[in-house]
Nanobody
Framework: QVQLVESGGGLVQAGGSLRLSCAAS????????MGWHRQAPGKQRELVAT???????NYADSVKGRFTISRDNVKNTLYLQMNSLEPVDTAVYYC????????????????WGQGTLVTVSS
């Protein structure tokens, strides 16, 4: 069984920084694409950033230049460094990953974490 566990959320003032982590554990053969998404109160979940196994990243326009996604393929961990945070960044942040397991060793399955709350005060 595979689990994704996020950590690092919390309350921060506008202009501050937070670093989110997402650790994958379980029967993992390999992890392909990974990403961060967020859902603000009353809004739909939106993509924040993605990163390939090789390290190619993409960002939503709203976070470009402020957020940095990275990963440690040895530790099976995904990160999101968030700088210059704004109140509009307040949301529950979710990580997801396409993970290959012994039962799905060629085409991975999409897994999601439980989310971590980020609150940015003005």
């Amino acid at each position: 069984q595979v689990q994704l566990v996020e950590s690092g959320g919390g309350l921060v003032q506008a202009g501050g920084s937070l670093r989110l982590s997402c650790a994958a554990s379980g029967s993992i053969i390999g992890i392909d694409a990974m990403g961060w998404h967020r859902q603000a109160p009353g809004k739909q979940r939106e993509l924040v950033a993605t990163i390939t196994r090789g390290g190619t990243s993409n960002y939503a326009d709203s976070v470009k230049g402020r957020f940095t996604i990275s990963r440690d393929n040895v530790k099976n961990t995904l990160y999101l460094q968030m700088n210059s945070l704004e109140p509009v960044d307040t949301a529950v942040y979710y990580c997801n990953a396409v993970i290959r397991t012994p039962t799905r060793s060629y085409v991975g399955e999409d897994y999601w974490g439980q989310g971590t709350l980020v609150t940015v005060s003005s």
